[in-house]
């Protein structure tokens, strides 16, 4: 069924990109149909309870469903391999909330260090300084916490944080002390969760449920707590919540014309826009466009460059668990309170080239059940087994701490996604398919990466440490490969060269010109931050540019 109406803009995806699309478009005066997979959940659908939200995951994405392979000549698996939230709001609904600006050389990486075999790096179509008003604005309409000064290697700033930083538990001030010990610069991570009371949203009670929960007070800004309410106060809104978007529809004009989903009894409905707006994350969005192939464009829409689903990034996160002689309180405050990124720049001298942050990351040790699990999520020399020595492992999660990085590995073309021939999801509509392996110089950076982690393990006082693995890989090689991550990026990449990307500066694609995609898919490389502060910035940067040409009569 499709209705008359002609929308202004059909946003497809109320994530960070997205909601941040919607409530900018919406206070200009357009009139926005917003269409999200799954439901709309509230406050009170979210609770801290560890076995349905973590372990079977009953809240968020119940319903996920992808397929793996290492590479065209492998056979799949089939799973749950990426942390995505099929909400409204997105994935930002369980998002950690780090707040990172990528730095100034994040962006210029092909002209920075020229070309490197087996990857295809390339240089942003835009640099910092464009989107540096738009990391601001950012910042404070998400209100976040801390401490402009205090890292000495970030991004230059013109502002202070709108909120002051949160206090350190004891497993960040153990963290800071090992790390001044190595001459490191300690500072607090700066997350979007308020460390007071801002713009009617209450400060953190530090319950410790942060990544991968939703927040029950708000506390956490998230385009569901910041976005959504906004963008309805205006009355310009409407949003269809359980809409399983299946296609993308073009018009004689070559220009999109509709947007077809599936309600959630599974019934065809189809909205009409004068432009579209894709924000379903660097999985979704492909997938998408792949599933939109038609006359004009066979091989996916909007796909003339063949890349639609290429150059897949996900973030490489190396680990160090360890033992201290005094209660971590891992379990209170969230994911992350200090961070050093003394090790972040790049230096072909060890061996690879770029890096990223380290931090105290208590992610797998503030939950109970996870910490039981660790022995089937890749760690290793924990002490553990069954029995006694089970026992006396569970005894020593008060103690437990985790050091981690988020470090960025290089685009690789023929890592992506497209559509498995085989696999079908419960629309009988065909799974995103990820092929994904590791580039040499990843492998060479995790090796590095754990040393410098064990080093500072020990720096904090450690009375034991192990190594973390990726799962199911049982040595770093060319046979190594993640085979899904919290962060990923890069599968519609934005460039100057229409034969070399799929969008333009404004994240416009190249082909249609009223088809727009501001999630993490725009990124060429995929640098050494999470990625959300970078992606809600450039959606701002996207939204007053699209706002400017629609005065001008442009678009």
């Given amino acids: ?105 994040d962006f210029r990486v092909r002209s920075t260090e020229g070309p490197v075999e087996g990857a295809s790096l390339a240089d942003w179509p835009f640099d910092y300084a464009e989107l540096e008003p738009f990391y601001e604005k950012a910042e404070r309409d998400f209100g976040v916490a801390g401490d402009a000064k205090g890292n000495p290697f970030g991004a230059p700033r013109k502002s202070e944080y709108p909120n002051p930083a949160h206090p350190n538990r004891v497993s960040s001030l153990r963290f800071a002390e090992g790390a001044r010990k190595l001459g490191y610069h300690p500072f607090p991570v700066p997350m979007a969760i308020n460390s007071r009371t801002y713009r009617g949203r209450p400060k953190c009670r530090y319950g410790g449920n942060c990544q991968a929960y939703g927040c029950p007070v708000q506390a956490k800004a998230t385009s569901l707590s910041v976005c959504i309410p906004r963008a309805q106060a205006t009355r310009k809104l409407d949003l269809r919540a359980n809409a399983m978007v299946v296609r993308i529809k073009l018009g004689e004009d070559g220009r999109a014309r509709s947007v077809v989903y599936l309600n959630k009894n599974g019934k065809e409905r189809e909205v009409l826009a004068r432009h579209v707006v894709l924000a379903g994350n660097a999985i979704g969005s492909p997938h998408l466009l792949l599933m939109s192939a038609c006359g004009s464009f066979p091989q996916g ?188 990026h890069g599968t519609c990449r934005a460039g100057l060269d229409s034969r070399r990307s799929v969008l333009d500066r404004w994240c416009r694609s190249h082909d249609v010109k009223n088809l727009w995609v501001v999630d993490g898919s725009f990124f060429p490389t995929a640098g050494g931050y999470n990625p959300t502060l970078t992606i809600l910035a450039n959606a701002y940067r996207v939204a007053a540019h699209f706002i400017s040409e629609a005065k001008r009569a442009s678009l």
């Fill in 1 to 105: 069924m499709t209705t008359s109406k002609i929308h202004d803009v059909c946003v497809i995806g109320t994530g960070a990109g997205g909601g941040v699309m919607i409530q900018e478009l919406c206070k200009a005066g357009f009139e926005v149909v917003a269409l999200q997979r799954g439901p709309f959940l509230t406050t009170k659908d979210f609770t801290d309870d560890e076995l349905s939200t973590i372990i079977r995951d009953e809240v968020f994405s119940p319903d996920q469903l992808e397929t793996y392979r290492f590479d065209a000549h492998s056979p799949s698996q089939t799973g749950r391999f990426n942390l995505m939230a099929y909400c409204v709001g997105g994935t930002m609904t369980h998002w950690a909330a780090w707040s990172w600006r990528f730095r100034p050389e």
């Fill in 301 to 488: 829409l909007a796909n003339s460059s063949g890349l639609v689903g290429r150059n897949l990034t996900f973030h490489l996160h190396p680990g160090v668990g360890l033992l201290i002689d005094e209660p971590a309180m891992g379990i209170s405050g969230f994911e992350a309170h200090q961070a050093v990124d003394d090790l972040h720049a790049s230096d072909p001298k060890r061996g690879f080239i770029r890096g990223g942050v380290v931090a105290e990351l208590n992610t797998l040790v503030r939950q109970p059940l996870v910490y039981a699990l660790q022995a089937g999520l890749g760690y290793e020399k924990a002490g553990r087994g069954w029995g006694a020595e089970f026992m006396q492992y569970l005894k020593s999660f008060p103690r437990a701490m985790t050091l981690s990085g988020i470090l960025e590995d290089l685009p690789v073309e023929e890592n992506g996604i497209d559509l498995d021939p085989h696999v079908r999801d419960r629309y009988g509509l065909p799974v995103a398919r990820i092929t994904h392996r590791q580039h040499p110089n990843d492998l060479a950076m995790l090796k590095w990466y754990n040393k410098q982690l064990l080093e500072l393990a020990n720096a904090c006082r450690a009375t034991q440490t192990w190594v973390s693995k990726i799962p199911g890989v049982t040595q770093l090689d060319e046979h190594t490969a993640m085979r899904g991550n919290l962060h990923f």
